[in-house]
């Protein structure tokens, strides 16, 4: 673990690991590039609890899909589409993309390069690195209102599976579209150095998922996976 900084919004020395990276983050490199860059690095999520200090939640990122703008069929910036929904696709890199799908789940986005291409790389999957019960208590509310909001009553869930997938790790963060176009060093939400992965051997690189739509997209290598 390196030495202890103090992180200048807040005055608390933390670890190296958990330093924030900086706001320019993510420009200057494509999607492709920052996806890779991403594996082993921390996504801090902060709650100021009944204004007492910030409690914290960590998560290491082992999973992680870029989105290549407008030549890419998968991107939501394909051949140039821009809406309210996709705005802050085409902020610069280094700020949040958050989206909602099939009415139910949020997913996390980088943004990446400038500010003309929309590229993007999703959060796909995350380990717990500290505060786990309380990932593990938002997972288990969002469960338990889906179910109460489908069948009418809510059964205890089982064990969970913490931030196996984009929407998990958004429950488990209790991250929404609040956090849409924020900088990806906001003091609720930010990246962290965590431990930048050095050996290629360790990362698994493979097709997207879910994107049967995209034409010929459907198969590039654009998934990067952290193999522990």
């Keep these: 673990m390196t030495a202890e900084q103090v992180d200048m919004a807040t005055g608390i020395k933390t670890p190296g690991s958990m330093r924030r990276l900086a706001a320019r983050y993510g420009r200057g490199i494509g999607a492709e590039a920052l996806a890779r860059d991403l594996l082993g690095r921390f996504l801090v999520r902060t709650w100021d609890d009944n204004n007492r200090s910030n409690t914290r939640a960590v998560l290491k990122i082992v999973e992680t899909e870029a989105y290549l703008g407008h030549p890419d069929r998968a991107s939501h910036a394909w051949a140039g589409h821009r809406s309210k929904r996709n705005e802050s696709l085409y902020l610069p890199g280094g700020h949040w993309y958050v989206y909602f799908i099939y009415g139910m789940y949020y997913c996390l986005n980088v943004v990446a390069g400038d500010t003309s291409n929309g590229e993007a790389v999703l ?43 984009p929407g998990k790790l958004c429950q488990a963060l209790e991250i929404d579209r609040e956090f849409d176009g924020l900088a990806c060093n906001d003091r609720r939400l930010y990246l962290a150095a965590g431990d930048p992965v050095t050996d290629e051997s360790r ?19 654009l998934r990067f996976q952290l193999k522990e």
């Design 123 to 165: 959060i796909r999957a995350g380990t717990a690195v500290q505060n786990a019960q309380r990932m593990e208590a938002n997972r288990r509310k969002a469960i338990s209102a889906r179910r109460t909001k489908a069948a009418g009553s809510a059964g205890a869930p089982g064990r969970i599976d913490l931030a196996g997938g």
């Design 203 to 221: 990362i698994m690189r493979s097709a997207r998922v879910g994107i049967d739509y995209a034409g010929t997209a459907r198969d590039w290598p």
